[in-house]
């Protein structure tokens, strides 16, 4: 008797089915033994050397001792084993078409930059040396025909941006050496502003100095014609004293007139 319980998230009653239920059909013990079935491993089609009454036991699965007999398990032997399905589409990992044997270190930091991938190249302005140039035609020998249509696509760009970089830099100097003649050019223009400006300035500075001394001038003529006319008073009065003591002096007698 063998109980069966259903799991289907329920407490059932466990089921019980006789072993007629589960092997209604009984196995012809002198027929002789059937081949392996494709798809089973060589522990399914051995010999059982157990007895009939732990054969009873379980049900008939692909690796049980008596698969390979005749018997109505046609379910069971279409499945076929998980494993050995899963072993029979396992691939060859030891296989690759492109196989190429390790390179050094070296070898792949001068590919990657021969090939243009950004690593620390700082000596990316050095010529090709044959130890780089070697290790650049082992990389492109172990490269797929379509990959190395692609690398030389990508090289092409590479060279572009390279050459438009280039490019860059040389219209980088023609703009400094031409803004430097623009430079020049309005220099000489404002240099020439520049003389007319302080012509102007110096020009206006000479008429506010002459200004200046010709206030300076009229205020010295103001001053020095009036001192002129004190001294030319103070010069009348002494002619008049001078005029009175000689009309005196011709008033009085002579001293010696009396004598």
């Known amino acids: 008797m063998t109980t069966v319980a259903c799991d289907d998230g329920h407490p059932t009653t466990p089921l019980r089915f006789s072993n007629d239920n589960i092997y209604p059909f009984k196995f012809d013990q002198s027929s002789p033994p059937l081949s392996p079935t494709p798809g089973l491993s060589e522990s399914a089609s051995s010999t059982s050397s157990g007895s009939d009454a732990e054969d009873h036991m379980l049900p008939l699965t692909p690796d049980s001792k008596r698969s390979y007999r005749r018997a109505r398990c046609a379910p069971i032997f279409h499945h076929g084993s998980p494993t050995t399905r899963h072993s029979k589409m396992k691939p060859n990992r030891g296989f690759h078409p492109y196989s190429r044997p390790p390179s050094c270190f070296e070898e792949e930091h001068l590919g990657h930059k021969l090939s243009g991938r950004p690593v620390n190249d700082d000596e990316s302005s050095e010529l090709m040396t044959p130890t780089a140039q070697d290790a650049y035609l ?122």
């Open 138 to 259: 082992k990389q492109i020998e172990q490269l797929t025909p379509d990959s190395f249509r692609r690398a030389v696509h990508y090289k092409e760009a590479v060279r572009e941006r390279k050459r438009m970089r280039m490019f860059t830099a040389a219209w980088e100097l023609e703009e400094t050496k031409r803004l430097r003649t623009f430079l020049q050019t309005a220099m000489g223009g404002l240099e020439t502003e520049f003389v007319a400006a302080e012509e102007e300035s110096r020009w206006l500075l000479d008429m506010i100095v002459d200004r200046q001394k010709l206030e300076r001038i009229e205020a010295d003529t103001k001053y020095i014609a009036a001192v002129y006319d004190k001294d030319k008073k103070c010069l009348n009065r002494a002619d008049a004293e001078l005029a009175l003591l000689k009309g005196s002096v011709t008033q009085r007698p002579s001293p010696n007139d009396e004598w």
